[in-house]
């Protein structure tokens, strides 16, 4: 029988992104004399959210959401800065470091040699490089898929099409992916015809994207399910 394919999101699965975000964020704040209240981090947040959910439906490109959501920012702020500026503040500041999710090391040790490990991510490659050779996980993938060198996004069934194609001995259903985000992660996973599982730590309602075949709430419950699925 074969190794079982589990299709891993980085952020916010493997590693806290909402942690470093506002760590990075803040700092980037502080470099352009903004004082970085909570306020405004939640508003930076809600409207960085929003224009990467654009993104995955196709109504904007990747720059326009690195670059756009601090001219919306801005505006919304009434400040005159530069958003390119801005962005790449950001992204040094948000390369540098990590933050696992509880439980993401433990589990990545305890798959490896058991299952066949990749990452697909929607980040930033440069940001994701520097995320990665901090945290020293990259030995426990046989590849890493990002989708700005992909060349397309989750949830586009393209972008899965362009990862199997580079997989060796690809078998869809011997294939899993598992993530935080139904728009991303569960969507694009159901789009491929691939197994689902959604990470779902604060139990949240479902929003209506698409219905994972499985659901967990810790990443320790990984090994029992794929051993249910897979052995």
């Known amino acids: 029988m074969t190794k079982p394919i589990v299709l891993f999101d ?11 975000e506002s760590i990075a964020i803040a ?9 970085p209240t909570e306020e405004i981090i939640r508003l930076y947040s809600r409207i960085n ?10 109504e904007i490109n990747r720059e326009q959401v690195l670059v ?20 790449a503040l950001y992204e040094n500041f948000l390369s540098q470091g990590h933050y696992f999710i509880p439980g993401a090391e433990e589990l ?16 930033t490659a440069v940001v994701q490089a520097g995320r990665l050779k901090s945290a020293g996980i990259s030995p426990f993938f046989e590849e890493i898929f990002i989708s700005e060198e992909i060349g397309c996004n989750k949830p586009d069934p393209e972008f899965f099409r362009r990862c199997f194609e580079r997989i060796p001995d690809f078998d869809r259903e011997r294939c ?18 691939i197994k689902t599982c959604w990470f779902n730590p604060k139990h949240k309602e479902g929003e209506g994207y698409a219905v ?20």
Do not use: M
């Open 10 to 20: 980085l952020d916010d699965t493997i590693l806290d992104f909402h942690k470093a």
């Open 27 to 35: 700092k980037t704040f502080v470099e352009l004399g903004i004082e």
């Open 49 to 58: 959210a929003c224009q990467w959910k654009r993104l995955e439906t196709g």
């Open 68 to 87: 756009g959501r601090f001219e919306i920012l801005f505006k919304e702020l009434g400040l005159d800065l530069s958003s390119r500026q801005a962005k």
């Open 108 to 123: 990545l040790k305890k798959l490896q040699g058991e299952c066949r490990l990749f990452i697909c991510s929607n980040g």
């Open 176 to 193: 899993i992916i598992i993530g935080d985000s139904l728009s991303s992660d569960i969507l694009g996973g159901v789009n491929a015809g």
């Open 212 to 231: 994972p075949d499985y659901e967990i709430g810790e990443l320790e419950q990984v090994p029992d399910l794929l051993r249910k699925i897979f052995w």
